[in-house]
């Protein structure tokens, strides 16, 4: 069992009062998760005593901040199970490595007619990448249905596998739904017809146990920020074979082995794929996040989670008018999204934030999935490890001063 109320002590953010003195009750960790003290700490350390370039330098303080660097992709390697650090890259966040395989192993081999399976529950950032080579290239898109419960049809899936797709990209876990997809068995069939596989990690490798290899993924792609860590820094983790043949994304200093007035050779993995100087604080920042929660413990997280979301489950379906999405607390995480008949969703949030509430209101960068269900926009409250079963009732109370308020 987690002491919440000791973890929270972590989090200096926690303990502000927002709105008419309200204390906050921070319902949006799926948007971005709050930072410990551990990972503010450490950044502002960085700069107070190490700050240099990377891999540039022989003075000290350039060594430190490459060490540093280098050792927070050690953590994260060893955070998802990756074989070697050489498969894990630094990008800006998920949507950045997304686009970087379709950048590049798109661009590489994929031709007009090829077909590309996607999921109905998709972030946009796992559409709009696809999209534009639909435009540029003529591949096809198909779609992996989600049933009315929230699941995606592996009947349906099967046979979209008939086509003989070159690459399926989904969610691991979905930021409206909560829905966590059997990543395992959805990979087996797609390399089983011979397409790579690609995960959308944003919603899973923060809040449950990760295993790249277990799972046997291509590629698999996640941000620091939703788990603890900084804004401005994610991974593509991609098996070594593919990194190493595919080309470059982004040209320039750090990415390369040699230059010529006409031609260079890339450098090695991972940095062929790190052009430019990257967010070296914010490396260090992820480094000590991915330390903080390994301490914590990825089971106990997902466990403690689970508790909140079934209660809140449980609690939401005792108001009158209250609409969950997705499937029951056992096939989902701790992302719990509903409707209130006949108030707009941006008003529940609004109201709620009155009271120090904060929850999403909108489409949540899914609008196809909203579309599937016949809705323009949901309300959104989301679980971390330090949220606890009193923020839920209020919550709760606060659906109910809704209601109340628009009669
Ligand atoms: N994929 C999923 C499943 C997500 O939930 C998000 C962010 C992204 C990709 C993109 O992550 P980014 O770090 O590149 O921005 N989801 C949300 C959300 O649900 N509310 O705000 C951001």
Redesign the pocket.
């Known amino acids: 069992m987690l002491n919440v109320e000791i973890l929270r002590e972590d989090f200096p953010i926690l303990k502000r009062a927002v709105q008419e003195g309200s204390l906050l009750a921070y319902l949006d960790s ?3 998760s709050q930072k410990p003290l551990a990972v503010i700490d450490a950044m502002n350390e960085y700069y107070r005593r190490s700050n240099s370039n990377i891999h540039r330098g022989v003075h000290t303080l350039a060594e430190e901040a490459t060490a540093l660097y280098e050792a927070a992709r050690d953590r994260i390697t060893k955070f998802i199970n990756a074989v070697s650090a050489r498969e894990i890259i630094y990008t800006r ?4 490595s997304i686009n970087l395989v379709a950048y590049s192993w798109g661009r590489s081999h994929l031709k007009s007619g090829d077909v590309v399976i996607l999921t109905e529950m998709e ?1 946009h ?2 559409l709009v990448p696809w999209q534009m080579l639909q435009s540029e290239l003529g591949i096809r898109l198909e779609f992996i249905p989600v049933t009315e419960e929230g699941l995606l049809d592996l009947d349906a899936y099967r046979i979209l596998l008939e086509r003989k797709p070159k690459l399926v990209s989904f ?1 691991h ?3 409206v739904l909560g829905t966590i997809n059997p990543v395992a068995e959805v990979a087996t069939l797609a390399h089983s017809v011979g397409a790579m596989v690609l995960v ?1 990690g ?2 899973s490798v923060p809040h449950l146990p990760v295993d790249v290899q277990a799972l046997d993924v291509d590629f698999y792609a996640f ?1 620091a ?2 788990m603890c860590g900084p804004t401005g820094i ?1 991974i593509l983790y991609g098996k070594e074979e593919w990194l190493v043949a595919m080309p470059p994304f982004l040209g320039g200093g750090d990415m390369i082995k040699e230059v010529h007035l006409h031609s260079f050779k890339a450098n090695s993995l991972p940095h062929k794929w790190e052009a430019g100087t990257p967010a070296i604080a914010e490396a260090v920042g992820f480094g000590a996040a991915v330390d903080y929660l390994s301490k914590i413990g990825m089971e106990e997280i997902q466990t403690h989670e689970h508790a909140m979301t079934e209660y809140a489950l449980d609690r939401l379906v005792e108001i009158p008018g209250v609409k969950v999405l997705g499937p029951t607390a056992e096939k989902k995480g701790g992302v719990v999204a509903f409707t209130v008949n006949g108030i707009h969703p941006h008003d529940v949030a609004q109201i709620l934030d009155r009271d120090g509430i904060a929850i ?1 209101a909108g489409h ?2 899914a609008q196809p999935l909203h579309e599937k269900f016949g809705i323009p926009a949901s309300s959104r409250a989301s679980f971390y490890f330090y949220n606890t079963a009193e923020e839920v009732d209020r919550l709760v109370a606060g659906i109910y001063k809704v209601k109340e308020l628009f009669g």
């Open positions: 799926t948007a971005t966040n998920t949507t950045e972030h950032s796992n969610t876990m979905s930021n959308d944003a919603q941000s920020h939703k994610g999403r949540h960068c």
